[in-house]
């Protein structure tokens, strides 16, 4: 399976960007997806994710009421739509896929086989 993500930029705080992580291959499975983000210096976080059916979604606390992830699985896409950016927001931003038949969504990094390379997504004050 090949992710890409893409849809990063340069936005002014309060400002919005919607970015889409598209897969290739093996796309008769059954993924969840998860957006994960690295900022300069520090680890990488999850941000959201979603499982196939888009039944079942987490965000990480800072970015709820904020972000929304969604998929278009006929597409094979998975977007995170993010508004009100903040500063903080700035990182790598990153789209993973794992196969989750039973529609299990996973946090952590670890859980994660596949990996797109990142979108850059930059907002200044």
């Known amino acids: 399976v090949q992710l890409q993500a893409s849809g990063g930029g340069l936005v002014q705080a309060g400002g919005s960007l919607r970015l889409s992580c598209a897969t290739s291959?093996?796309?008769?499975?059954?993924?969840?997806i998860g957006w994960f983000r690295q900022a300069p210096g520090k680890e990488r976080e999850s941000v959201a994710t979603?499982?196939?059916?888009?039944?079942?979604?987490y965000y990480t606390g800072s970015v709820k009421g904020r972000f929304t992830i969604s998929r278009d699985n006929a597409k094979n896409t998975s977007y995170l739509r993010m508004n009100r950016l903040k500063p903080e927001d700035t990182a790598l931003y990153y789209c993973?896929?794992?196969?989750?038949?039973?529609?299990?969504?996973?946090?952590?990094?670890?859980?994660?086989?596949?990996w797109g390379r990142g979108t850059q997504v930059t907002v200044s004050s």
């Open positions: 291959g093996g796309t008769s499975r059954q993924y969840t």
């Open positions: 979603i499982n196939y059916s888009a039944n079942s979604i």
């Open positions: 993973a896929a794992v196969s989750s038949p039973d529609g299990s969504i996973y946090s952590k990094e670890r859980s994660y086989y596949y």
